[in-house]
Nanobody
Framework: VQLQASGGGLVQAGGSLGLSCAAS????????MGWFRQAPGKEREFVSA????????VSSNSLKGRFTISKDNAKDTIYLQMNSLQSEDTALYYC?????????????????????WGRGTQVTVSA
């Protein structure tokens, strides 16, 4: 599976931005897809994930309410809607995919289980 993230850019604090991640090269029915981010000098951080088969989601507790993950089955694409952006949201945002080979695997926040990663898209929030 190949992942192509897009939609990053520069936004003022308090603003909104939407990211997209298009998947290709595989059937996503047993996949989990997620968003992670990494700020300069910091560890990669989980943002949100979605189970392709039923749309179930899990999100970072610290970001819940501001960030929303969704998917479009017809386009094999996931989205991340980010609202009320703050300077600490500045980071390189990655989408990732995990082939669970099952419809029943619990969503996880752990980056190490995701087998496929996109290149990342930069989000910069100015104060």
């Amino acid at each position: 599976v190949q992942l192509q993230a897009s939609g990053g850019g520069l936004v003022q604090a308090g603003g909104s931005l939407g990211l997209s991640c298009a998947a290709s090269g595989g059937t996503l029915s047993k996949y989990h897809m997620g968003w992670f981010r990494q700020a300069p000098g910091k560890e990669r951080e989980f943002v949100s994930a979605i189970r392709w088969s039923d749309g179930d989601t899990v999100s970072s507790n610290s970001l819940k309410g501001r960030f929303t993950i969704s998917k479009d089955n017809a386009k094999d694409t996931i989205y991340l809607q980010m609202n009320s952006l703050q300077s600490e949201d500045t980071a390189l945002y990655y989408c990732a995919a995990r082939n669970t080979r099952s419809f029943r695997v619990t969503l996880t926040r752990e980056a190490s289980v995701y087998q496929y990663w996109g290149r990342g898209t930069q989000v910069t929030v100015s104060a």
